[in-house]
Nanobody, 124 residues
Framework: QVQLVESGGGSVQSGGSLRLSCAAS????????MGWFRQVPGKEREMVAV???????TYADSVKGRFIITRDSAKNTLFLQMNRLKPEDTAIYYC??????????????????WGQGTQVTVSS
């Protein structure tokens, strides 16, 4: 069973920064891809950023230019650096991973393993 644990969430003012971490229980190189997703009550889960083992990344338009996704293979850890945060970024952020035989990295249907989430709150 794969375990993913997020950390680094908190409360910041608009324009501030946070760095989220996702610690995996196994070598992250085994995953087809990993990603960060976010969700607010009553809303659908939203893809924020995706990282594939070849180094390919993609971002939601709403965070492009502000967020950066990286991975530290030696520590089995995925990161999300969030800069110039806005109140609209307030959500629970989830780390997720797609298994080795997944067929894609962007659609949520490809992701099998999920963390418990970490709360990010951005005030005006």
């Amino acid at each position: 069973q794969v375990q993913l644990v997020e950390s680094g969430g908190g409360s910041v003012q608009s324009g501030g920064s946070l760095r989220l971490s996702c610690a995996a229980s196994e070598d992250t190189d085994r995953f087809y891809c990993m990603g960060w997703f976010r969700q607010v009550p009553g809303k659908e889960r939203e893809m924020v950023a995706v990282y594939a083992r070849a180094g390919w990344t993609t971002y939601a338009d709403s965070v492009k230019g502000r967020f950066i996704i990286t991975r530290d293979s030696a520590k089995n850890t995925l990161f999300l650096q969030m800069n110039r945060l806005k109140p609209e970024d307030t959500a629970i952020y989830y780390c997720s991973a797609a298994p080795p035989r997944a067929h894609g990295c962007v659609a949520t249907i490809n992701y099998q393993y999920w963390g418990q989430g970490t709360q990010v709150t951005v005030s005006s």
